[in-house]
């Protein structure tokens, strides 16, 4: 009837760029008689419908017939459209169902359709890549000595050990203990980052803060002292360019921290801040409802008074021309990772996009959003992230909560499901640059995740103890070979969470964010993730091609990437048993970079918790293998 993953129902398939004529094409029954149809066209944005009438263009034989038109979205935005068909039935409704697929019932969804700017570009030198997140207290210390360190510093002693977890006296988680990991010890281990084939570093917050996570911002002109100064980080965006490798910030801008010069409650700053006086020059900045007690903070927390980001005083201080965005990447940054990103309005992403690339021209900015971005709904608006004006991408938490779920026990089609939902909704130049991460300061570790208890909210003392039994950790690792391989070859760019690679444990915070385990780590893990480094660096069809599902089903899963260079087949086994899978006859002869090559009948025998990665090399000019097909229902995605 129709899917919107076909070509042969909707050409171009995907988010397209405004103005283009998007083809539409239904089947319907020739038995309900079909007299008219319709495509039922909605501006999410005014609400606006456009009814197109549709001609007829066709019979399928004698049991279907065929029925088009063209639309051309006038500008960037998102549409949603559904069918209408007068039958002998009355007029029926042809709504979206699963997959894309047309419903005759009329009670399914609309499809969206994503229009970006014309002119939309993202930076050619992250797709292909891989990005390494470091939490910079925890990675690894130099023994250069620190200056300028707050007396009320809570050092460790032992790298390693548990990090503080019980609240103080009064009651408060404080963040207030640190390992001593910086700047400089970052630089040291550029070598083994290179190994691994890293080409982007995306470094949690690194200005000056009183807490170990440093998103309570104190001073965005100065590095954390316990981190270095700016002749560190200079000397590591110098150092990382000569190996390739970029350097990304973590810019929280939605909120400072109380114990800041800009707001200085503590009084820890010579002043006067906001909640010292009225005439503080970061006044304005703010918000309060009865000052100075009574502010907005994000999340009720008192420590993280909301920045008013209208206010001129703070879009100019961040966004100007000498603001902190082009401070820093004139310093050696090479983009920008923005926390919570939906508590920014469009006004002030835009600047900050024109700010960041009046500087750099290919600077890369990334956006954390926990939804799928193309419809985000925040505060009652519809956001704008990926429609060429201010993000490049985002962080893929959908990609997470796919991988993951796939692993542990839900459906494969599910897990399929959302891949394609987000090929199909997200811009290819946003794809491109998704920051696929199956792990970050947020969430529980990845190999915890997949093999431990659930978490089911479960406290800090619990989790404090908690830790994976022999066997557990065994299929944890196992299941991680299978995540971090699909991790490297979906569309988009891996983000691996420091120490990952290592087969680190943890729950959530701050257990989730222990010290790197140099000289215990997983010896099999880290060699597999230099094999996936170098296979991103093999595969051409990595930084974009065709992404084609192969299957779905039971506890198998797989899938191609291609583009006119090389094509790539990926299969995994997430069940106790082997699983076999039959190949198409192009894949004879194949190299087999992960696991078992096909064997004579063209059957690749997946042993149980296993995968397999199948490498052609193709001809010059050869079209991607395999093409989109053209046939009613079947799925494909081209990015």
């Not at 002693?157 to 640190?178: C, F, H, L, S």
């Not at 024109?354 to 500087?359: I, L, M, V």
């Not at 900015?365 to 429609?387: C, F, P, Q, T």
């Amino acid at each position: 009837m129709f899917n919107s993953r076909n070509p042969a129902c909707r050409c171009p398939t995907g988010a397209v760029a405004d103005g283009t004529a998007v083809h539409f094409k239904i089947m319907m029954p020739r038995d309900l008689h079909c007299s008219a149809a319709r495509l039922v066209v909605t501006d999410g944005a005014s609400g606006a419908r456009r009814t197109l009438e549709m001609f007829w263009c066709g019979m399928g034989g004698d049991q279907h017939e065929f029925w088009e038109c063209h639309y051309a979205p006038p500008e960037p935005g998102l549409y949603f459209y559904r069918f209408s068909v007068d039958t002998w039935r009355g007029t029926l409704a042809v709504t979206r169902g699963w997959g894309g697929e047309g419903d005759l019932r009329g009670d399914g969804g609309q499809w969206q359709l994503t229009v970006y700017g014309r002119g939309m570009t993202t930076p050619d030198w992250l797709p292909g890549g891989v990005i390494y997140q470091i939490f910079p207290d925890r990675f690894f210390r130099s023994g250069r000595k620190k200056r300028g360190v707050p007396a009320d510093r809570k050092l460790h002693r032992v790298w390693g050990e548990q990090p503080d977890w019980e609240p103080d006296a009064a009651g408060k988680i404080t963040n207030g203990d640190y390992f001593g990991g910086d700047l400089r010890g970052i630089e040291e281990k550029l070598g083994y980052l290179k190994s691994l084939g890293v080409t982007c570093l995306y470094l949690n917050p690194i200005f000056e803060a009183h807490s170990n996570h440093r998103y309570n911002t104190a001073d965005y002109e100065k590095i954390d002292p316990l981190l270095g100064g700016e002749e560190d980080f200079r000397s590591l965006c110098a150092a990382a360019a000569k190996l390739g490798i970029r350097v990304i910030l973590d810019g929280v801008f939605n909120h400072t921290g109380s114990d800041s010069v800009y707001f200085n409650r503590e009084g820890r700053y010579p002043g006067p801040g906001a909640y010292q006086s009225k005439d503080s020059p970061y006044y304005s900045w703010y918000r309060f409802r009865r000052w100075p007690d009574e502010y907005d903070c994000w999340w009720n927390f008192v420590t993280l008074p909301c920045v008013d980001k209208k206010s001129p005083g703070f879009v100019r201080f961040i966004n100007g021309p000498d603001g902190i965005v082009r401070r820093w990447l004139r310093a050696g940054a090479s983009g920008w990772r923005l926390d919570v990103a939906d508590e920014l309005p469009d006004g002030f992403l835009e600047d900050l996009r024109a700010a960041a690339k009046a500087e750099k021209p290919d600077a890369v900015l990334i956006g954390e959003v926990w939804e799928d971005a193309s419809n985000k709904v925040s505060y009652g608006k519809r956001r704008k992230y990926l429609l060429g004006g201010q993000l490049d991408s985002v962080m893929n938490y959908p990609f997470r909560s796919a991988v993951l779920g796939y692993l542990t026990g839900k459906s494969p089609s599910e897990m399929m499901e959302i891949v394609l939902s987000v090929l199909e909704n997200y811009p290819p130049q946003a794809v491109r640059c998704l920051m696929n991460n199956i792990g970050t300061h947020d969430t529980e570790r990845a190999v915890t995740a997949l093999a431990g208890e659930p978490l089911r909210g479960r406290g800090r003392r619990w989790q404090s103890a908690a830790r994976l039994t022999r066997e557990q950790r065994a299929r944890g690792l196992a299941l991680m070979r299978l995540a971090s391989l699909m991790q490297f070859t979906l569309p988009g760019v891996p983000c691996v969470y420091y120490g990952d690679e290592a087969g680190v444990e943890g729950y959530r915070d701050p257990f989730n964010r222990t010290c790197y385990p140099w000289g215990n780590e997983d010896a099999g893990l880290v060699a597999w993730y230099r094999r996936l480094g170098a296979l991103r660096a093999k595969c051409s069809c990595l930084r974009g091609g065709w992404f084609r599902p192969v299957t779905a089903d039971g506890d198998g899963l797989a899938y191609i990437r291609s583009d006119g260079n090389d094509a790539l087949l990926c299969a995994f086994n997430r069940g106790d048993r082997p699983l076999a899978l039959h190949l198409d006859a192009e894949w004879e002869g194949a190299e087999p970079i992960f696991g078992p090559a096909p064997d004579a009948e063209s059957s690749l025998v997946l042993p149980p918790i296993g995968c397999a990665a199948l490498y052609l090399l193709k001809k010059t000019g050869e079209a991607p293998l395999p093409p989109p097909q053209k046939r009613p229902g079947e799925d494909a995605a081209g990015l």
